[in-house]
């Protein structure tokens, strides 16, 4: 076998390519002028038992303002920066000062939203752009709220109002390589030393971290072998974050692998109020809440593209949208995105009143994450051949409900927490292996 030297197969690639190989794509609406691509977002037409009035003023205010900033600012960039997995910074100023940053999490210069206005937030953010809505989460209801929740008043008034305007960025870190679905079980180690702890793991999966200004750091306490919180800043000795390549979902999300090399860290810097695994979950009962509406807002989203889109395509002399089988599809969609939004407003009021179960959590988040990808599924197939490409939207949305329908618990995960709670019996680990059958 003949190998060819790096000029030869360059010589080789030329031969090959045409005069015209290296030219810039042409412009979509140039390319493809029947329909409007997602860059000149559609209206939303998905609210079709007028939802919008089971909110108060102040909630659909949030609504409106959030929309007009995605619709505006994300709409026209989001495939460009999806196509190259990168995060398009210069928009961090620009959602901090939306007044949604901090969500429901009171006084400290955050907004104090009620649950609804929040999830209302998350939805809008992500049916324009899903690693948007995610960004904001992993900052607001992981990175800001374990502060809020665990955090000593010291560091509420430290780290809040700067976090709220996102003049910086937080990231959450539980995951780990060996630990995904039992996070409890979880590795990485905080050792006591004189005046702080010293940290050794690793993380992996974090959204937000390779840029994060603090990165909440979730170890087990060699000494009492609870899961303890620290707050860690970026740049600390021993600290390394690298970004992982190659996702085919959320690639403007800046996912990490975490490295602590007997990383310091002052004993103000540990949460007082993270002392078991047990304290995060008053962290994962509100974020579960707002994961289960990310979906929620990527479903609008899909809807609405394509039912614009069916509209403005037209085939055999007619637009898609007058055939029958494509508005059977369009229809199950829309059924599909009144259902999960009543379920999850109804997660938001039982969360309001106090009593929303993890049970309730884990079910909304499994079952409408399983619904939005039904509904993705079936906005590729009205698209036809537009349903691969990231320019209208659907393709980037059915590949970003693949992490979303793993993260914050699996799908079977959440099942089996909602099963725990409504049969007394808990399936998590797989029956002990016996050392002899009993035939």
Not at 71 to 88: G, S
Not at 125 to 131: C, F, K
Request: hydrophobic fraction near 40%.
């Amino acid at each position: 076998m003949t190998v060819l030297s790096s000029r030869d197969r360059d010589d080789a690639e030329k031969k090959v390519k045409s005069s015209y190989f290296d030219l810039p794509a042409m412009d979509v609406s140039v390319a493809f002028p029947q329909a409007t691509p997602a860059s000149k977002f559609p209206p939303c037409t998905s609210d079709y038992y007028h939802f919008n009035e089971l909110l108060t003023p102040e909630e659909q205010a949030v609504r409106k303002r959030v929309r007009e900033f995605m619709e505006k600012e994300v709409a026209p960039i989001m495939t460009e920066y999806w196509e190259k997995a990168e995060f398009p910074f210069h928009i961090i100023p620009k959602l901090g000062a939306l007044g949604v940053v901090g969500g429901s999490i009171k006084g400290y210069g955050c907004p104090g939203l009620s649950i609804t206005a929040n999830a209302i937030a998350t939805a809008e953010i992500s049916r324009v752009d899903a690693s948007c809505g995610t960004f904001n989460l992993v900052h607001t209801s992981l990175g800001m709220l374990t502060i809020a929740l665990c955090g000593s008043e010291a560091q509420k008034h430290k780290y809040l109002p700067s976090l709220a305007q996102m003049k910086t960025v937080t990231c959450w870190a539980l995951t780990e390589p060996d630990n995904g679905s039992d996070a409890s079980a979880l590795q990485t180690t905080a050792t006591k030393v004189e005046g702080g702890w010293v940290l050794t793991g690793q993380k992996r999966w974090i959204g937000n971290s390779t840029f994060a200004d603090l990165l909440i750091i979730l170890a087990r306490n060699t000494t009492t072998n609870q899961v303890n919180g620290f707050i860690v800043k970026k740049d600390a000795p021993g600290l390394t974050v690298t970004k992982i390549p190659n996702k085919i979902g959320l690639r403007i999300v800046q996912n990490g692998d975490i490295l602590l090399q007997n990383v310091f860290v002052p004993d103000e810097e540990r949460l007082p109020g993270l002392n078991s695994f047990q304290d995060t979950s008053k962290v994962l009962a509100v974020s579960r809440v707002m994961v289960a509406w990310q979906p929620i807002g990527v479903s609008m989203g899909v809807y609405d593209m394509c039912h614009r889109y069916l509209k403005e395509r037209k085939q055999f002399g007619a637009p898609l949208a007058a055939f029958q089988i494509n508005q059977q599809k369009l229809v199950k969609m829309l059924g599909n995105v009144q259902a999960m939004f009543l379920m999850g407003w109804r997660l938001c009021k039982l969360y309001e009143s106090g009593q929303m179960t993890p049970g309730q959590a884990s079910l909304g988040k499994a079952w409408i994450s399983s619904k939005a990808r039904e509904t993705a599924s079936l906005g590729r197939e009205l698209l036809g051949g537009n349903g691969i490409v990231g320019d209208f939207l659907v393709a980037k949305a059915f590949c970003d409900l693949e992490p979303i329908y793993t993260y914050e618990g699996t799908y079977d995960i959440n099942t089996l927490v909602t099963a725990r709670e409504v049969t007394g019996i808990a399936s998590f680990k797989p029956a002990a292996s016996r050392s002899r059958s009993r035939l």
